[in-house]
């Protein structure tokens, strides 16, 4: 399975931004779907997983601005991303979960700046 992520750039702080996540190969179900981010000297975080079933999770800080969404047709996860701030600026990388084969894949990341 690879991960191919895309839809980061650039946005004044307030605006939005929305990332997509295509998995290429075949993914069992169940599954979780999910966007993490990193930024320099730091961890990197989870910010948003939606489960094959339906159950989403997210980090408090992007709760009500960040909204997860997938595809599963498609095999494709979102990550709406609106009023924005300078602290959201990170690298975004998609990370699938097959929960059966517990086996993680990761995208190669998207840059996200938000200005102030």
């Known amino acids: 399975v690879q991960l191919q992520a895309s839809g980061g750039g650039l946005v004044q702080a307030g605006g939005s931004l929305r990332l997509s996540c295509v998995a290429s190969?075949?993914?069992?179900?169940?599954?979780?779907m999910g966007w993490y981010r990193q930024v320099p000297g730091k961890q990197r975080e989870l910010v948003a997983s939606?489960?094959?079933?339906?159950?989403?999770n997210y980090v408090d800080s992007v709760k009500v601005r960040f909204t997860i969404s997938r595809d599963n047709a498609k095999n494709t996860v979102y990550l709406q991303m609106n009023s924005l701030k300078p602290e959201d600026t990170a690298v975004y990388y998609c990370?699938?979960?097959?929960?059966?084969?517990?086996?993680?894949?990761w995208g190669q990341g998207t840059l996200v700046t938000v200005s102030s």
């Open positions: 939606m489960h094959s079933g339906g159950s989403i």
């Open positions: 190969g075949t993914l069992s179900a169940p599954d979780v």
């Open positions: 990370e699938v979960t097959d929960l059966l084969a517990d086996v993680d894949y």
